[in-house]
C-alpha cells in the first residue's frame, strides 16, 4: 500500500495529528474517528492508545523519507493553524507588564537564544491550549534591546516522527548565512509512554521559518536512559562542542558530549562528571560559556542535596568551572547556586554586542502546572536578561542596564518605616535592610509577602505563605553576613527579582496576590530607600 492510500484511509492530512513509527509499524493519530474509512485492509487496524486513537499499519505501508517529510509539514501546516488560535493574550491581573508570558496556555523553557545579525532572538516553549506539560512548540521572538520583545513566528511545532510529543529544550549557532537550532525531539510510543529521543536541529535565514534537518543524533548512546536531551552547541579549539543532559542506566546525572566539525556528523565524546559523584539523578539544559576567560556550565540538576532545608523540590540549578582536557574531554569544578530563590530553572545565556554574558531563566518548574494565574488561561513566565560577571573571583549578577529605560517618575518616601500604597506592583526598589529587618510587599489586610534579615543565622529569609500560592514551597533562604544587607527588588505584577549585595547572591519568584495588594511596609530597620515606578514594555501578545 503507498502511504498515500494510508493517509486517507486516515481521513486524510487534516484528520492526522501526527505520525509514529513504533516497532517497525506505522501509525497515525486520528483527529476524528469517524472519517476514518470503514473498510480497512488487512493489516490495518484502529486501535485505542491512552486517550488517542491511531491507524496502525503492521508492515504493509514502508514511508519513505520523502513521504514522512511531506506528511511532517503537512501536520506542521495544521498546528500552525490550530496554535495561531491562541495568540490573544487572556486577560489577568497577575499578567506581567515587562516579563514575557504565554498569551495562553503553559510557558517554559527559553530556547535558541543567541545574538545575530544586530538583533537578539529568543524562543520560549509552549503547549498554546491548556496550562499542562504537552507538545511543546516553540515560539520565536526578537529583540533590539532585550527588554521590548516582537513575535516573529510559530517556530518549531511537534509535526514529524521524531518530534511527535514535543520539540523540546535547545540552543543556537549563529552562522553567516542565518541561525541553525539545536533541539531534542521527543516521542511517546504506545500505552506505556515509551520514551523515544533524538538530537535534530533546524536552520532559519530570516529569523521566522525554520527548516528542520530531522535528527542529526538518532541514536542514544550505550549507559544512558532515553532522558539525553537539551543540546548546547559551542565553537572550542577548531570544532563543535555538543553539550548534552543526560542520565546514566544507574540513574546518575551526567554531561554528554559530542563533536563535529560541520555541524551536521557528530562523534560521541562520552560521559562527563563523574568527579562529582552521587550527583542527582538527570541535569537538564546545560549552557556552556565563558566569563572573564574561564568555562563555566550552569545547569538544572535534578534530585540533588538542596541548600536550604526550606527546599524540599528535586529541581535545583547550578553553575560550576570547567575545564577542557587534552584528551577531548571536560573536567567540572565544584558547583554552586545560581539562584537561591523559588523559580529560576532551564536558564539560557548568550553574549550581547557589547560582549556582555547575559542570561534569562524559566520562571516556573516542571512539576508545577496549579497557580492562580490558570484561571485565567495560562501559567509561567520569563525572567529578566541578568547579566553574569566575575569580580575578584566572585560571581555577580545584575539586572542588565537596558532595564532603567522602564523607569518612570521616582517613588516617594516622606518617611521610611511604615506603610506606603504604591497602586502598582511593577517597581525597581533598593533599600539596606538591618539586623532584624523586615519588608513586606504587594500586601493588603490579607495577604503579602515578606524578607527578612536574620544576621545570626548568616541569611536573607524570603516568606510566601500569606499569597494565593497553589502549590510549592514557601520559603527560600539567601547567604548574607553584616550589619545590613543591600537589596534591589524588582517587582512585576506577579513576581520577584532581589539582587542581594550588589548581586552577590540572587532570589527568584512568584508571588500572587490580588491585584489590589499594592502596599510595601517598611519596619524601621530599613534605611536608604529609592526607588522607580516601572512601565510596561513591548511585549509579544500585548496587542492581540
Same mark, same amino acid.
Given at each position: 500500500?503507498?502511504?498515500?492510500?494510508?493517509?486517507?484511509?486516515?481521513?486524510?492530512?487534516?484528520?492526522? @495529528?501526527?505520525?509514529?513509527?513504533?516497532?517497525?509499524?506505522?501509525?497515525?493519530?486520528?483527529?476524528?474517528?469517524?472519517?476514518?474509512?470503514?473498510?480497512?485492509?488487512?493489516?490495518?487496524?484502529?486501535?485505542?492508545?491512552?486517550?488517542?486513537?491511531? @491507524?496502525?499499519?503492521?508492515?504493509?505501508?514502508?514511508?519513505?523519507?520523502?513521504?514522512?517529510?511531506?506528511?511532517?509539514?503537512?501536520?506542521?501546516?495544521?498546528?500552525?493553524?490550530?496554535?495561531?488560535?491562541?495568540?490573544?493574550?487572556?486577560?489577568?491581573?497577575?499578567?506581567?507588564?515587562?516579563?514575557? &508570558?504565554?498569551? *495562553?496556555?503553559?510557558?517554559?523553557?527559553?530556547?535558541?537564544?543567541?545574538?545575530?545579525?544586530?538583533?537578539?532572538? /529568543?524562543?520560549?516553549?509552549?503547549?498554546?491550549?491548556?496550562?499542562?506539560?504537552?507538545?511543546?512548540?516553540?515560539? +520565536?521572538?526578537?529583540?533590539?534591546?532585550?527588554?521590548?520583545?516582537?513575535?516573529?513566528?510559530?517556530?518549531?511545532?511537534?509535526? =514529524?516522527?521524531?518530534?511527535?510529543?514535543?520539540?523540546?529544550?535547545?540552543?543556537?549557532?549563529?552562522?553567516?548565512?542565518?541561525?541553525?537550532?539545536?533541539?531534542?525531539?521527543?516521542?511517546? $510510543?504506545?500505552?506505556?509512554?515509551?520514551? %523515544?529521543?533524538?538530537?535534530?536541529?533546524?536552520?532559519?535565514?530570516?529569523?521566522?521559518?525554520?527548516?528542520?534537518?530531522?535528527?542529526?543524533?538518532? +541514536?542514544?548512546?550505550?549507559?544512558?536512559?532515553?532522558?539525553?536531551?537539551?543540546?548546547?552547541?559551542?565553537?572550542?579549539?577548531?570544532?563543535?562542542?555538543?553539550?548534552?543532559?543526560? *542520565?546514566?542506566?544507574?540513574?546518575?546525572?551526567?554531561?554528554? $558530549?559530542?563533536?563535529?566539525?560541520?555541524?551536521?556528523?557528530?562523534?560521541?565524546?562520552?560521559?562527563?562528571? %563523574?568527579?562529582?559523584?552521587?550527583?542527582?539523578?538527570?541535569?537538564?539544559?546545560?549552557?556552556?560559556?565563558?566569563?572573564?576567560?574561564?568555562?563555566?556550565?550552569?545547569?538544572?540538576?535534578?534530585?540533588?542535596?538542596?541548600?536550604?532545608?526550606?527546599?524540599?523540590?528535586?529541581?535545583?540549578?547550578?553553575?560550576?568551572?570547567?575545564?577542557?582536557?587534552?584528551?577531548?574531554?571536560?573536567?567540572?569544578?565544584?558547583?554552586?547556586?545560581?539562584?537561591?530563590?523559588?523559580?529560576?530553572?532551564?536558564?539560557?545565556?548568550?553574549?550581547?554586542? =557589547? &560582549?556582555?554574558?547575559?542570561?534569562?531563566?524559566?520562571?516556573?518548574?516542571?512539576?508545577?502546572?496549579? %497557580?492562580?494565574?490558570?484561571?485565567?488561561?495560562?501559567?509561567?513566565?520569563?525572567?529578566?536578561?541578568?547579566?553574569?560577571?566575575?569580580?575578584?573571583?566572585?560571581?555577580?549578577?545584575?539586572?542588565?542596564?537596558?532595564?532603567?529605560?522602564?523607569?518612570?517618575?521616582? $517613588?516617594?518616601?516622606?518617611?521610611?518605616?511604615?506603610?506606603?500604597?504604591?497602586?502598582?506592583? +511593577?517597581?525597581?526598589?533598593?533599600?539596606?535592610?538591618?539586623?532584624?529587618?523586615?519588608? *513586606?510587599?504587594?500586601? =493588603?489586610?490579607?495577604?503579602?509577602?515578606? /524578607?527578612?534579615?536574620?544576621?545570626?543565622?548568616?541569611?536573607?529569609?524570603?516568606?510566601?505563605?500569606?499569597?494565593?500560592?497553589?502549590?510549592?514551597?514557601?520559603?527560600?533562604?539567601?547567604?548574607?553576613?553584616?550589619?545590613?544587607?543591600?537589596?534591589?527588588?524588582?517587582?512585576?505584577?506577579?513576581?520577584?527579582? $532581589?539582587?542581594?549585595?550588589?548581586?552577590?547572591?540572587?532570589?527568584?519568584?512568584?508571588?500572587?496576590?490580588?491585584?489590589?495588594?499594592?502596599?510595601?511596609?517598611?519596619?524601621? *530597620?530599613?534605611?536608604?530607600?529609592?526607588?522607580?515606578?516601572?512601565?510596561?514594555? %513591548?511585549?509579544?501578545?500585548?496587542?492581540?
Amino acid at each position: 500500500m503507498l502511504f498515500h492510500e494510508f493517509i486517507r484511509l486516515a481521513g486524510g492530512v487534516k484528520n492526522v @495529528l501526527r505520525v509514529l513509527l513504533p516497532h517497525n509499524q506505522v501509525a497515525l493519530c486520528i483527529n476524528d474517528v469517524t472519517l476514518v474509512s470503514n473498510d480497512l485492509p488487512l493489516g490495518v487496524t484502529l486501535e485505542k492508545v491512552l486517550d488517542e486513537t491511531h @491507524l496502525v499499519s503492521s508492515g504493509s505501508v514502508e514511508p519513505t523519507p520523502v513521504d514522512l517529510l511531506n506528511l511532517g509539514k503537512e501536520i506542521d501546516t495544521n498546528l500552525r493553524e490550530k496554535a495561531s488560535l491562541c495568540f490573544k493574550q487572556k486577560a489577568s491581573a497577575y499578567r506581567p507588564g515587562w516579563h514575557v &508570558s504565554p498569551p *495562553q496556555g503553559l510557558l517554559n523553557d527559553p530556547n535558541g537564544f543567541i545574538f545575530h545579525q544586530g538583533k537578539y532572538y /529568543l524562543c520560549f516553549q509552549w503547549y498554546p491550549f491548556e496550562c499542562i506539560h504537552k507538545d511543546k512548540y516553540w515560539v +520565536q521572538m526578537s529583540s533590539d534591546d532585550l527588554i521590548n520583545w516582537n513575535r516573529e513566528s510559530i517556530a518549531l511545532t511537534p509535526s =514529524d516522527w521524531f518530534d511527535s510529543h514535543g520539540v523540546y529544550s535547545g540552543h543556537a549557532v549563529s552562522r553567516e548565512d542565518g541561525i541553525m537550532v539545536f533541539y531534542t525531539g521527543n516521542t511517546r $510510543i504506545g500505552d506505556d509512554r515509551i520514551r %523515544q529521543t533524538t538530537q535534530c536541529a533546524a536552520i532559519t535565514k530570516d529569523g521566522k521559518h525554520y527548516d528542520k534537518l530531522g535528527p542529526l543524533i538518532p +541514536q542514544i548512546p550505550l549507559g544512558v536512559t532515553e532522558h539525553i536531551r537539551d543540546p548546547k552547541v559551542i565553537f572550542h579549539e577548531d570544532k563543535w562542542w555538543m553539550f548534552l543532559g543526560a *542520565q546514566t542506566t544507574d540513574l546518575k546525572g551526567r554531561l554528554a $558530549i559530542y563533536t563535529s566539525s560541520d555541524l551536521l556528523e557528530w562523534d560521541y565524546k562520552g560521559l562527563f562528571g %563523574q568527579e562529582l559523584g552521587d550527583y542527582g539523578y538527570m541535569w537538564e539544559c546545560p549552557d556552556v560559556f565563558k566569563l572573564d576567560g574561564q568555562y563555566y556550565l550552569a545547569f538544572s540538576p535534578q534530585g540533588i542535596e538542596p541548600d536550604s532545608s526550606y527546599n524540599t523540590l528535586p529541581h535545583q540549578n547550578r553553575i560550576a568551572p570547567i575545564e577542557f582536557t587534552n584528551k577531548g574531554g571536560i573536567t567540572i569544578g565544584q558547583p554552586v547556586t545560581l539562584d537561591y530563590g523559588f523559580d529560576f530553572y532551564a536558564f539560557q545565556s548568550t553574549e550581547t554586542s =557589547d &560582549s556582555r554574558r547575559v542570561m534569562i531563566g524559566w520562571m516556573g518548574l516542571p512539576d508545577e502546572v496549579n %497557580q492562580p494565574s490558570c484561571d485565567d488561561g495560562w501559567i509561567h513566565q520569563f525572567s529578566l536578561p541578568r547579566v553574569l560577571c566575575m569580580e575578584n573571583g566572585i560571581l555577580k549578577q545584575q539586572p542588565c542596564v537596558e532595564l532603567e529605560r522602564l523607569r518612570g517618575e521616582k $517613588i516617594d518616601f516622606p518617611c521610611i518605616a511604615g506603610t506606603h500604597e504604591l497602586k502598582t506592583k +511593577q517597581f525597581d526598589l533598593s533599600l539596606k535592610l538591618k539586623a532584624g529587618g523586615e519588608i *513586606q510587599l504587594f500586601a =493588603d489586610d490579607t495577604f503579602h509577602t515578606t /524578607l527578612r534579615y536574620e544576621p545570626d543565622e548568616h541569611r536573607l529569609v524570603w516568606e510566601r505563605a500569606n499569597t494565593e500560592l497553589r502549590e510549592s514551597d514557601t520559603t527560600r533562604e539567601a547567604p548574607a553576613a553584616g550589619d545590613w544587607v543591600e537589596l534591589r527588588i524588582l517587582a512585576d505584577n506577579s513576581s520577584l527579582e $532581589i539582587f542581594i549585595n550588589d548581586g552577590e547572591a540572587v532570589m527568584t519568584g512568584r508571588v500572587f496576590t490580588p491585584a489590589t495588594a499594592t502596599r510595601l511596609i517598611l519596619d524601621n *530597620q530599613v534605611i536608604d530607600v529609592s526607588g522607580y515606578y516601572l512601565s510596561d514594555s %513591548q511585549l509579544p501578545f500585548a496587542n492581540q
